[in-house]
DNA sequence: CGGTGTGAAGCCTTTCACAGCA
DNA sequence: TGCTGTGAAAGGCTTCACACCG
């Protein structure tokens, strides 16, 4: 099968069953089933294949999915074969975090920029990289041809930020602040609302049953 | 209308509509239409009274919301009238920064306790806390009466930190590790991750347009 | 025989469009 | 008149169930 339009949620899901075949892949297993799969990650064996099936036929029947070559095929379709550059733009607590974190500094994603409008955050080291100012930020774009650029600043200045960014050329936006964001069309934008998590956990708690 | 299977993508958009109408109210604002409410957050006007709907009748028809009066609905459908208690465990970066954030110590949410295993973290000060050593993690869940437990411990270890929490009697986490959590069905789970998250970025990226 | 790939069915969410009411 | 509240229609995602094939 061949498609356009994926859901998001499969999106979501092929990379979360890419994490789990390098799991399986270090374990030295060669083959896998989607029930499989399925079973680890919490989904429906069904699900498993039809979002596989988005993008074409991987296994064998009767036997499933060799891991090595199935994870060449998602590293491809999620866009991993290539490399990405971040800048992170506001270097509080949050994106500090971030910029030495682990999870953000996995193959594919390289992190290129660190930026904060604070003096005293400016010349700061983070990791292998150090705070620069905010007026670097829209040559830090270019020079460095990022891609993707993190906001983590307060809700006051994020779309401010985010205009820089834009105009500077990112083609998508990771959205730390609390505000709702406005970006061109051609922008992918996604937002990462602590808060909210937070708010969704309390209806739930309250509604339990 | 009432309900009682609310959409998880409602939940999420009614703690956005919450943070418009604080603006609005810190501005001045005294009543609001849906349409103003949709314009705002970037999604149909229809489908801000359709939220609404699964819970009452909170506008009035050629007029539109009191703005005030919205926000003490949304508040208490949130549950956010009443007090979370919050864990913390891992004092990484992200811990770290998280025990910090303002964003996570708004009205209705207060963090407990800040657990480690590292001895060289424990003890380290955090805003008005001290992080804990692992020990402390189930009397602490116990004498504060902690809900909400946030993991933010290395993968390899947050299982077996989730299981510690669910045994200790709270009733919701929040994974920040890149890790799929076993918890039992009466247990209120969401993931935040990180990587997750470039990785839509990516794909996005790759098959724009 | 066993597990994939996939039409069709079922379910859930969003959008439409308008009746109803202040 | 204007905007809410809501059935009905449309659209989208997930599950079912089985043909198909190694």
Known sequence: MKAYKIPEATVIRLSI????LHLLKDEGVETVSSEEIAESVGVSS?????DLAYFGEFGTR???????ELLGHLTKILGLDQQWNIAIVGAGKLGSALAVYQGFRERGFAIKAV???DPDR?????ADLTVE??????NRVKDFRVNIGIVTVPASAAQAVTDLLVD???GAILNFSPRVLKVPAYIVLRNV???VNLKVLSFNLSYRR
Chains 1, 2 share one sequence.
Do not use: F
Request: aromatic share 6%; glycine share 12%.
């Open 17 to 20: 069953y890419s994490r789990q």
């Open 46 to 50: 069904a699900q498993v294949r039809k």
């Open 62 to 68: 009767g036997v499933g999915y060799r891991v090595d």
């Open 115 to 117: 930026i904060d409008n």
């Open 122 to 126: 400016v010349g700061q080291r983070l």
């Open 133 to 138: 100012p905010l007026e670097m930020l829209t």
């Open 168 to 170: 500077a050329g990112v």
């Open 193 to 195: 609302d602590l808060s």
